[in-house]
């Protein structure tokens, strides 16, 4: 990965083979970044999607193969059990000119990731939520 901080933003390049939420959940444990957000854009090669169903209170995971445009990469930084965690929401285009969405499980990148990543001062902490079944952000404060 390469990246150029610009003023309180960090514009950051991932190179083809890195994985997207991993690195970007190493990035930010290396700088101590406990909140923020970010988007992105660029290419992957293969993706693991998810699509949580509410009323299971569990996530439906499909593995997507082949290579697809990251058309959208969205998402927030917070902390879950003392370390950095990356919530990631991703829209996908095939050669088909067919789209796929959903939560980023994990992507490798093909050609480029272009993300940019703005943290915010202090900590957004998160914690399970059984009525839910789902991590969520705790926005008390």
Do not use: Q
Not at 74 to 81: D, R
Not at 91 to 110: C, N, P, Q
Request: charged fraction near 30%.
């Amino acid at each position: 990965m390469r990246y150029r901080k610009m003023e309180n933003r960090y514009v950051l390049r991932l190179e083809r083979g890195e994985r997207i939420v991993a690195a970007l959940t190493a990035f930010c444990g290396k700088r101590k970044i406990r909140a923020g957000s970010f988007n992105g854009i660029g290419t992957c090669r293969g993706a693991e999607l998810g699509f949580f169903d509410g009323e299971k209170k569990v996530y439906h995971w499909k593995k997507l193969k082949g290579d697809y445009e990251i058309t959208a990469l969205v998402g927030n930084v917070g902390v879950l059990e003392g370390k950095p965690f990356v919530h990631a929401h991703i829209t996908l285009g095939g050669r088909d000119f067919r789209a796929w969405a959903g939560h980023l499980k994990e992507a490798e990148t093909s050609a480029t990731c272009e993300i940019v990543l703005r943290p915010f001062p202090g900590e957004l902490r998160r914690a399970f939520d059984p009525a839910s079944g789902a991590s969520k952000l705790l926005a008390e404060g």
